[in-house]
């Protein structure tokens, strides 16, 4: 075996037993006891206000919702998986809280409401135009919490690209998942400005404000 099939089949083997393992942990440890979790709603808080208005753009099931409403004025979460609304209106609590089945863009020029902060977790890495989605939704918001795979976790990825190993992104659902600069510069494109950044656990965090 050469010496780029060996190191990509060392690449591929660190990929799936770090998959296996972080999978393994979201068994070990209770939903709000993980370190990850633990993390992120600590980073995601840190500017969620008791006058806060907050849209959930592709909430799942609601349970990251759930966790900005015991800070905010009024959450909105709002997903195209009829399923996973229909459970998060099953376990709802709080009058603050509330589900939609239906996209997000429709739902924004259908209401009256205004929200201040749009929350895109673990969303960009999904989409086609990436640019053209922001551009499409800055508008409405003045702070913008993005949340995503961070491919500069590490050197790894970059080697990964480098032998050719499809095992690059974190799930392989993902159209695309950017390092710092990649995300940096979108941004910038869009007219949105980071003011506060975190980077841990393989995952980039920014609250960006809408110029």
């Known amino acids: 075996m050469g010496v780029r099939a060996k190191l990509k089949l060392y690449l591929d083997l660190e990929w799936i037993f770090d998959r296996l393992a972080m999978e393994q942990s979201f068994r070990y440890y209770a939903t709000n006891d993980h370190p ?22 592709g909430c799942n099931a609601g349970d990251l919702t759930k966790v900005i409403a015991t800070r905010a004025k009024e959450v ?17 609590e709080g009058t603050n809280l509330s589900f939609h089945h ?18 895109l977790s ?6 086609d135009e990436p640019e053209e989605f922001l551009r ?5 918001f003045q ?10 976790k590490g050197y790894l990825n970059h080697f990964r690209v480098a032998v050719g190993s499809n095992l690059v ?13 990649e995300l940096r510069e979108l941004l910038e ?15 980039q965090r920014l609250w960006c404000s809408v110029g």
């Open 76 to 92: 909105v979460g709002v997903d195209h998986d009829k399923e996973v609304i229909l459970r998060a209106q099953r376990d709802m």
């Open 102 to 119: 239906t996209d997000a863009l429709a739902f924004l020029q259908g209401t009256t409401k205004q929200f201040d902060t749009l929350i």
């Open 122 to 127: 673990h969303i960009l890495e999904h989409l």
């Open 189 to 203: 494109r869009c007219g949105i400005s980071i003011v506060e950044a975190e980077y841990r656990f393989g995952i």
């Open 169 to 181: 992104y974190t799930d392989d659902d993902h159209v695309a998942e950017f390092d710092r600069d």
């Open 143 to 152: 702070w913008i919490y993005i949340e995503l795979p961070d491919f500069d």
């Open 36 to 57: 990850f979790r633990i993390h992120a709603h600590r980073f995601l808080l840190r500017r969620i206000g008791p006058e806060s208005v907050v849209l959930d753009l």
């Open 136 to 140: 499409a939704f800055k508008g409405h």
